[in-house]
C-alpha cells in the first residue's frame, strides 16, 4: 500500500491511461481484478473549455472505480488550466494528471504531451498554475525525453516536484521511440532517487515477474500496466498476487476469456450503445484471443464484428469447433 497525496492505494499495481481504451467499460474490469490505481483515458483541456459533450462525458466516474486519476493534456497555460478547474468540479475523480507523454502528432502539434519535455520552465509553470487553481492533488505522467539527445527527466521530476506535484509516473522511453525498442528503466531509477514524491514506473512491464523487477530495479513506489492488460485483465490479479504473495495463478481457461469479452462487449453497449461499442471491440476482440489454438482465423474474424449477435456467433462456431476436434 502507498499514498498519493491523502489517498491511500490498496497495492503498487496501477493502469496506464490509453487512449480509446481506458473508458468506464474497461476501467470498472480492471478494477474488479484489483488495480490498486486506474488512470482515465486523456481529454483535451480545449474540448472541455469549449463544452464539448463528448469530453465532458469522459470526465465522469463511478464510484466503484475510485480510486480513479482523470488525465488531462494541452500545451497552453490558459486552458490547461481551465482544463483542469472544470475536471476538480465536475468530475467524481480522485487525481489529476497533467499529460506530459502523449507522443503523436495531433497532440505534439499543440505543444502539448512529449512535447513539453522540451521546454522544463514552461512544465514548472503550469503544473504551479494548475496545483494552485484545483483542490484535487495534481500528478504528471512523462516520459524520459524527446530523443536519446534530448532527456531532461531527471531534472524535470524535480521540477515537477518543486512545483506541487504529488507523484510523477515515467514511462521510460523518449518520444522519437513512440512504443518500440525497450524501456531503459535506469531512469525511473535515477528519478525515483532525486525526488521525495511517489514514483511510478512504466514501461515493458508484460508478466508479474516484469513488474516484480521493475520495483526491485528502480526502488519506484508502483508499476503501471498499460498495453500488457489489453484482452488480459489477468495480469492485474496475477500481478497483485505475485507482489504480495510470491506466487500466483496461471491457468485461464478458454471459457473464461471467452466470458470476459462478451462481458467486456455488454459493459461497451451500456455505455456507448451496440454500433460503437462493436467497433471498439474490433479491437479488444483479437486481444481476448491472442494467443488461443487457432486463433489467427477468429482475430480475423472478430477484427470485423458489426453487431453483438456476429461476436457470440464467432464464440459458439470457436467452441463448438473445439469440441468436435479435429476429423
Excluded at 470498472?28 to 469549449?50: C, H, N, P, Q, R
Excluded at 519535455?117 to 484545483?134: G, N
Excluded at 483542490?135 to 512545483?163: F, L, S
Excluded at 518500440?180 to 515493458?204: E, F, L, R, T
Amino acid at each position: 500500500m502507498f499514498k498519493i497525496a491523502d489517498i491511500e492505494l490498496q497495492n503498487r499495481v496501477v493502469i496506464a491511461p490509453m487512449a480509446g481504451v481506458s473508458n468506464i467499460a474497461f476501467r470498472t474490469i480492471m478494477k474488479e481484478f484489483g488495480a490498486g490505481l486506474i488512470y482515465a483515458e486523456m481529454v483535451s483541456d480545449k474540448a472541455l473549455t469549449f463544452g464539448n459533450k463528448k469530453t465532458v462525458k469522459m470526465i465522469e466516474v463511478v464510484d466503484e472505480e475510485r480510486p480513479l486519476t482523470m488525465q488531462v493534456f494541452g500545451g497552453d497555460l490558459e486552458t490547461i488550466v481551465e482544463g483542469a478547474k472544470i475536471i476538480d468540479q465536475h468530475s467524481n475523480c480522485d487525481i489529476i494528471d497533467l499529460n506530459m507523454g502523449c507522443p503523436v502528432n495531433k497532440v505534439i502539434k499543440s505543444d502539448a504531451g512529449a512535447k513539453l519535455l522540451l521546454d522544463p520552465q514552461k512544465i514548472y509553470t503550469i503544473v504551479k498554475a494548475v496545483v494552485e487553481a484545483v483542490e484535487k492533488p495534481v500528478t504528471v505522467k512523462m516520459r524520459i525525453g524527446w530523443d536519446k539527445n534530448t532527456i531532461y527527466a531527471v531534472e524535470i521530476a524535480q521540477i515537477c516536484e518543486k512545483a506541487g506535484a504529488k507523484a510523477i509516473a515515467v514511462h521510460a522511453r523518449t518520444r522519437k521511440q513512440m512504443y518500440s525498442g525497450k524501456a531503459d528503466w535506469s531512469y525511473i531509477k535515477q528519478i525515483k532517487d532525486a525526488v521525495d514524491i511517489p514514483v511510478i514506473g512504466n514501461g515493458d512491464i508484460t508478466t508479474p515477474e516484469d513488474a516484480k523487477r521493475m520495483l526491485e530495479e528502480t526502488g519506484c513506489d508502483a508499476v503501471m500496466i498499460g498495453r500488457g492488460v489489453l484482452g488480459n485483465p489477468w495480469l492485474v490479479e496475477q500481478t497483485v498476487q505475485y507482489l504480495e504473495t510470491g506466487t500466483y495463478n496461471r491457468d485461464i481457461s478458454i471459457e473464461e476469456r471467452f466470458h470476459r469479452m462478451s462481458n467486456h462487449m455488454e459493459r461497451l453497449i451500456a455505455l456507448k450503445g451496440e454500433k460503437v461499442a462493436m467497433l471498439e471491440m474490433r479491437n479488444h476482440g483479437p486481444w481476448y484471443v491472442k494467443g488461443l489454438p487457432g486463433a489467427s482465423h477468429v482475430r480475423k474474424a472478430l477484427s470485423q464484428v458489426s453487431t453483438k449477435d456476429d461476436l457470440l456467433q464467432i464464440i459458439e462456431e470457436y467452441q463448438n469447433h473445439r469440441k468436435e476436434g479435429p476429423h
